[in-house]
């Protein structure tokens, strides 16, 4: 068993408790000002623009573990682009900031809906995850295929760049009702 | 009907002239080298490096033209980054070089196989399109559908740079086996 503690308490982190719920493990869901982490894995359910907060409050506490980051640094005042460099990707802006934590993307390309009901359409959910460090890659592998969803290791933290990309423009089409929030990218092995 | 030249002779320029035809409409599938170009939608089913010189050789003939651009423009010998920049796509790059026609992206999500299958993995595949002009995009989405694969219009042309993300993480999951060639990303309305 696992501990995880979900900092954020919107649809997304209650979405990703519930899968390591049922998977088995103990799940906390911490407020952003919560004093200890309990958790071996955090996962940041958070907006991008509330991670430097995060970070300056819990650094410290975040230091040894695995953080998990499943933002989409959107512009939403355009959304016609992102916030991050080109050529990196908000993992790796926050893998700088947290240089003690070992930092993985996952979940960015995943709509809470899809989360929840295991369905993109009529294909499983799969659950991409890019990272450097593969034993703590395997560890939240396997607990997202312990609540009942797909996993395909999507490579280095590198990886998070295409990544955001994919949610980016997934949003983009949700927003636009090009495609619906119970829909999506699904990933066939 | 619309004539649709296809510039190529490789697996993806055979599916995408087979979906053309399969819609009753007229495909040509020309050498690099040719002469004349009848097609009104033009294919360049060709890999990244090879379209300087269709521009050079084509440019004039491609006027007035619209020109779907289905590469990946991977650094082939390192797997890990594009060679155009991080903040455009090869189809902007393509669009400055061909300034009296209409670019769209096309076809750069989906492997070949799959355009063939009609299917990625048990799901139906789906053709992303992005471009700036309306009409030009109706008209290549009309044709894909024609042919009995599904459509999404996936923006602006600008949103190219998302779409090269997608193809680019798709090509270093087949390569690494994570997933085959008749699998990858499809799209769930």
Same mark, same amino acid.
């Given at each position: 068993?696992?501990?995880?503690?979900?900092?954020?308490?919107?649809?997304?982190?209650?979405?990703?408790?519930?899968?390591?719920?049922?998977?088995?493990?103990?799940?906390?869901?911490?407020?952003?000002?919560?004093?200890?982490?309990?958790?071996?894995?955090?996962?940041?359910?958070?907006?991008?623009?509330?991670?430097?907060?995060?970070?300056?409050?819990?650094? *410290?506490? +975040? @230091?040894? /573990?695995? %953080?998990? #980051?499943?933002?989409?640094?959107?512009?939403?005042?355009?959304? &016609?682009?992102?916030?991050?460099?080109?050529?990196?990707?908000?993992?790796?802006?926050?893998?700088?900031?947290?240089?003690?934590?070992?930092?993985?993307?996952?979940?960015?390309?995943?709509?809470? *809906?899809? +989360? @929840?009901? /295991?369905? %993109?359409? #009529?294909?499983?959910?799969?659950?991409?995850?890019?990272?450097? &460090?593969?034993?703590?890659?395997?560890?939240?592998?396997?607990?997202?295929?312990?609540?009942?969803?797909?996993?395909?290791?999507?490579?280095?933290?590198?990886?998070?760049?295409?990544?955001?990309?994919?949610?980016?423009?997934?949003?983009?089409?949700?927003?636009?009702?090009?495609?619906?929030?119970?829909?999506?990218?699904?990933?066939?092995?």
């Amino acid at each position: 068993m696992t501990n995880v503690s979900i900092i954020g308490t919107g649809n997304m982190g209650n979405a990703i408790g519930a899968i390591a719920a049922a998977g088995g493990h103990s799940v906390e869901h911490i407020g952003r000002d919560a004093q200890a982490i309990a958790g071996d894995i955090v996962v940041l359910a958070v907006p991008f623009p509330a991670v430097d907060d995060i970070v300056a409050t819990h650094g *410290a506490a +975040l @230091a040894g /573990k695995i %953080v998990v #980051d499943i933002t989409n640094p959107l512009d939403f005042s355009t959304f &016609d682009s992102l916030v991050v460099p080109a050529d990196g990707s908000a993992a790796q802006v926050i893998a700088e900031k947290l240089p003690q934590s070992t930092v993985l993307k996952a979940f960015n390309t995943n709509f809470a *809906a899809t +989360l @929840a009901s /295991k369905t %993109v359409g #009529d294909a499983p959910t799969v659950v991409q995850i890019a990272g450097d &460090d593969d034993a703590a890659k395997t560890l939240l592998a396997d607990i997202v295929r312990a609540g009942g969803l797909g996993v395909v290791d999507a490579g280095a933290l590198k990886r998070a760049r295409e990544l955001e990309a994919i949610g980016f423009l997934q949003l983009t089409l949700a927003a636009s009702e090009k495609i619906s929030w119970t829909g999506g990218y699904s990933l066939s092995a």
